[in-house]
């Protein structure tokens, strides 16, 4: 007996990632330099202390590459959204090293265990603060910046509040404020041709995040490029510096090559919908609410949406043409020739239509 149900299932393509790591763990760790014609980039080095997706090993590669501060002062970094200063940190292992750092916290408890973390260290300050991107804020980053006062190229600048990252980065570079690298949070549910621009606003209700393309043409004014993304975070890079770690590092071709930095199959929190030809809407990708309660998305809930009432309108339009054409009429197809019909008598289209813009 015939299958009746549909057949659905994802195609599996092996990712930069699992590619690159399968390597490194049949190597010790180690990189051979085969990579089997994929050019790994900066993943090649993905390494956690505490950081989530491998932070940590990338940054600690390209702070080998890029000219350090003149003697005697110590690389400096500014992590906004530092939480306790260890838990998924991509400044942690940077400050143990000798680092200097400000590392600002909302949360007062967590401010006050980077304190504890930190204790005797000088190098370190942390402040509980709420950076604010609205007009009027009562602490946006520059005044943050002016009374910690970094150097204007101090050599990094980490972002990762949930929400207005986008805002903070764009505050501090129009403050001519230039790191030689700016590591930032980007909504991993969003697709790469999609530019998202969060609202301005210090609202927590609006916290949305920014879109890895929205990201790229914001730090792209002012010469900064795409070298890197993990899953959460894009790596951009001021084009001063490039030549530091362009080929030894990351390879030409993916220095702001978004779809080469972050393919489709390396998109797992995406969500999306087709259509079936009979009107229904599916889902694709992430099925679940991936932040806020975690529930599942009903897909049966979505057959109420445009497309299926669009399908419902359709089947009246053909019930009515039936009254008037007899049995010739049986289907509709939108976007045939005027009044044409097929080998079966069946009348193709009612009326031309101009394809619709998508």
């Known amino acids: 007996m015939a299958d009746e149900s549909a057949t659905v299932r994802q195609r599996r393509v092996p990712t930069r990632r699992q590619l690159i790591r399968r390597r490194l763990s049949n190597s010790g760790g180690k990189d051979c330099g085969d990579h089997g014609g994929l050019e790994g980039g900066l993943l090649r080095y993905a390494d956690n202390v505490t950081s989530q997706d491998g932070e940590d090993g990338i940054l600690r590669r390209l702070f080998e590459l890029l000219?350090?501060?003149?003697?005697?002062?110590?690389?400096?970094?500014?992590?906004?959204?530092?939480?306790?200063?260890?838990?998924?940190?991509?400044?942690?292992?940077?400050?143990?090293?000798?680092?200097?750092?400000?590392?600002?916290?909302?949360?007062?408890?967590?401010?006050?265990?980077?304190?504890?973390?930190?204790?005797?260290?000088?190098?370190?300050?942390?402040?509980?603060?709420?950076v604010t991107c609205g007009p009027g804020g009562a602490c946006?980053?520059?005044?943050?910046?002016?009374?910690?006062?970094?150097?204007?190229?101090?050599?990094?600048?980490?972002?990762?509040?949930d929400g207005i990252d986008y805002w903070i980065v764009h505050d501090a570079l129009a403050a001519a404020y230039r790191p030689k690298l700016v590591v930032v949070e980007f909504n991993p549910t969003m697709p790469n041709d999609l530019v998202y621009i969060p609202p301005r606003s210090d609202d927590d209700a609006q916290r949305h995040g920014a879109s890895l393309a929205a990201l790229v043409?914001?730090?792209?004014?002012?010469?900064?490029?795409?070298?890197?993304?993990?899953?959460?975070?894009?790596?951009?890079?001021?084009?001063?510096?490039?030549?530091c770690v362009r080929d030894v590092a990351v390879p030409a071709h993916l220095v702001d090559n978004i779809e080469g930095l972050r393919p489709p199959s390396e998109c797992p929190m995406g969500t999306s919908l087709y259509?079936?030809?009979?009107g229904s809407v599916h889902l694709w990708g992430c099925r679940r609410a991936i932040w806020h309660g975690r529930g599942k998305f009903d897909e049966e809930s979505l057959q109420g949406i445009l497309p299926f009432e669009k399908n419902t309108a359709q089947k009246k339009k053909e019930k009515q043409s039936k009254k008037g054409a007899g049995e010739h009429s049986k289907r509709v197809f939108p976007y045939a020739p005027k009044n044409l019909p097929d080998a079966n008598g069946c009348i193709l289209s009612s009326s031309a239509k101009k394809i619709p813009d998508i």
């Open 275 to 278: 259509q079936l030809y009979d």
């Open 140 to 161: 946006p980053i520059t005044s943050l910046l002016a009374t910690s006062a970094p150097p204007v190229d101090f050599d990094l600048l980490n972002v990762d509040v």
């Open 217 to 243: 043409e914001l730090v792209a004014g002012w010469d900064y490029c795409l070298v890197e993304c993990t899953m959460f975070n894009a790596f951009f890079l001021h084009r001063s510096v490039l030549s």
């Open 67 to 130: 000219p350090p501060p003149p003697a005697p002062h110590a690389r400096c970094c500014v992590d906004i959204g530092a939480w306790d200063g260890r838990h998924l940190s991509n400044t942690y292992s940077l400050l143990v090293a000798g680092w200097r750092g400000l590392l600002v916290e909302a949360d007062g408890v967590r401010c006050r265990a980077i304190t504890e973390l930190h204790a005797g260290n000088g190098r370190v300050v942390a402040v509980n603060a709420k």
